[in-house]
């Protein structure tokens, strides 16, 4: 499985079967330091039950630790997997 980031659509996306799964964000500063706003997941039917919201949250969260950005999740799948790592 390989996930896209589509830096231009503020993305990251899986594509397969015609189908795509993405979770999106927003780039922002917060008291100057910049930040990220993972605002949306969506994963079509054919895709549920597969880990592929899972598998699109942890490589985006690798990207925003990387990029050293103050991390915010008004998505409540990305929300919920923060606080189950114990890192929100």
Known sequence: ??????????????????????????LFQVEGQSA???????????FRGQGIAALLTKVALEWARHQQLKIYASCSYVARHLEAAGKN
């Open 36 to 46: 990220v706003d993972f605002y949306h997941t969506f994963v079509p039917p054919e």
């Open 1 to 26: 499985m390989q996930v896209q980031h589509q830096i231009e659509q503020c993305c990251f996306i899986y594509q397969a079967e015609g189908a795509e799964a993405r979770l999106e964000y927003r």
